[in-house]
T-cell receptor, first 113, second 112 residues
């Protein structure tokens, strides 16, 4: 079963617009929620991450919003740029001891000039 | 530092052949893992290791073996390749505490 559900599957945004990607999880034992960015032909790289005791985290143009009661979190990319075109994965860590990450299915973002 | 390196970058196998995907890291990380990436499926954990001599199964371990004899290396073995194992394979490592998993560049494997 998909423990971390991600939507949309693909997203097309105009340059300067806001890109929003949503994720929902089921397991309340998850304690760490990272977002990874992947360019074609490359491995994923950490973009930004949040712990469940914080409702929002911002790093430059990238913001994670976290709703613990709804078990949902989202990535907002402000002023989207063509260089942001990539695939984005949300993830959740199962437990502190093993560091196993459960990934969403990914969102392919295309930003057009 | 080279980070996480993987070899080969591309590989084509015939059904039933065996091979080993190599992964190495130079960051002295205890935690290493293998994922496979398939369209529409995200990244799924195959096997992981929390230190030399310690390995465990992830979500999709069938058809794959691993061992961890050193901190640096974590090879993934396919004993008898099947077309269902056609995928892109990523190795990752992580340091102590809450933090980033560093991914290698991936190996694209095709099984005919």
């Amino acid at each position: 079963q998909q423990q971390v559900k991600q939507s949309p599957q693909s997203l097309i945004v105009q340059k300067g617009g806001i890109s929003i990607i949503n994720c929902a999880y089921e397991n309340t034992a998850f304690d760490y929620f990272p977002w990874y960015q992947q360019f074609p032909g490359k491995g994923p790289a950490l973009l930004i991450a949040i712990r469940p005791d914080v409702s929002e985290k911002k790093e430059g143009r990238f913001t994670i919003s976290f709703n613990k009661s709804a078990k949902q979190f989202s990535l907002h990319i402000m002023d989207s740029q063509p260089g942001d075109s990539a695939t984005y994965f949300c993830a959740a860590r199962r437990s502190y001891n093993t560091d196993k990450l459960i990934f969403g299915t990914g969102t392919r973002l295309q930003v057009f000039p | 530092n080279a980070g996480v390196t993987q070899t080969p970058k591309f590989q084509v196998l015939k059904t039933g052949q065996s091979m080993t995907l190599q992964c190495a890291q130079d960051m002295n990380h205890e935690y290493m893992s293998w994922y496979r990436q398939d369209p529409g499926m995200g990244l799924r954990l195959i096997h992981y290791s929390v230190g030399a001599g310690i390995t465990d199964q992830g979500e999709v371990p069938n058809g794959y073996n691993v061992s961890r004899s050193t901190t640096e290396d974590f090879p993934l073995r396919l004993l008898s390749a099947a077309p269902s194992q056609t995928s892109v394979y990523f190795c990752a490592s992580k340091g102590p505490g809450v933090g980033e998993q560093f991914f290698g560049p991936g190996t694209r494997l095709t099984v005919l």
